[in-house]
């Protein structure tokens, strides 16, 4: 069974650092693509950021280019999002999703996790 | 403003047939697969469906999705009351390089 447990957020004082990890089971993890979608409470989903399954490309969202890292460790089955500089519209729930492929370029995020919190006060 | 374009709401009565529809343009939707997600109050977004038509396992086919130019849809049949949700579209932008998703649907079973 494919299960990506989110940790790391929390409650975070504007300017300051935080990095979210996912933990990936249950398939394969060096085979494919990864994401971070996040949802601001009552809002959409936005995309975050994307990396190729050896995290050899990347891809971020205008609103975070600069600012925040994905990165993946293979030998530990893990995705991570280092976000700096934060701000009180990074305010979101932040999802870890797994892509059908070896990229991100759109074929789908077949799995999500159930996502972890992230507040920064405006 | 979200780069895909989907209708804020839509409504139907249980055992009809509702669409979404998702507009685009040729950076998006034109040249690249389209997914479908269903995101139940409360919980994380699910895929059903993505290459533009194709359903994971797991997924009846009540739902369906089709695509044409800068424009995808979004099929139910069959409606229930546990179809109630948001739906999103999503696909790949490539003059942004970014994953873009519509604003979200929400489905509304009367």
């Known amino acids: 069974e494919v299960q990506l447990v989110e940790s790391g957020g929390g409650l975070v004082q504007p300017g300051r650092s935080l990095r979210l990890s996912c933990a990936a089971s249950?398939?394969?993890?060096?085979?494919?693509?990864m994401h971070w979608v996040r949802q601001a409470p009552g809002k959409g989903l936005e995309w975050v950021a994307g990396i190729s399954w050896n995290g050899g490309n990347t891809d971020y969202a205008g609103s975070v280019k600069g600012r925040f890292t994905i990165s993946r460790d293979n030998a530990k089955n893990s995705l991570y999002l280092q976000m700096n500089s934060l701000r009180g519209d990074d305010t979101a729930l932040y999802y870890c999703g797994k892509d059908k492929a070896s990229g991100y370029h759109g074929s789908g995020v077949d799995y999500w996790g159930q996502g972890t919190l992230v507040t920064v006060p405006s | 403003q979200s780069v895909l374009t989907q209708p804020p709401s839509v409504s139907a009565a249980p055992g009809q047939k509702v669409t979404i529809s998702c507009s685009g343009s040729s950076s998006n939707i034109e040249n690249n697969y389209v997914s479908w997600y269903q995101q139940l109050p409360g919980t994380a977004p699910k895929l059903l469906i993505y290459?533009?038509?194709k359903r994971p396992s797991g997924i009846p086919d009540r739902f369906s999705g089709s695509k044409s130019g800068t424009s995808a849809t979004l099929g139910i049949t069959g409606l229930q009351t546990g179809d109630e949700a948001d739906y999103y579209c999503g696909t790949w932008d490539n003059s942004l390089s970014v994953v873009v998703f519509g604003g979200g649907t929400k489905l509304t079973v009367l």
């Open positions: 249950g398939f394969t993890f060096d085979d494919f693509g």
């Open positions: 290459d533009n038509y």
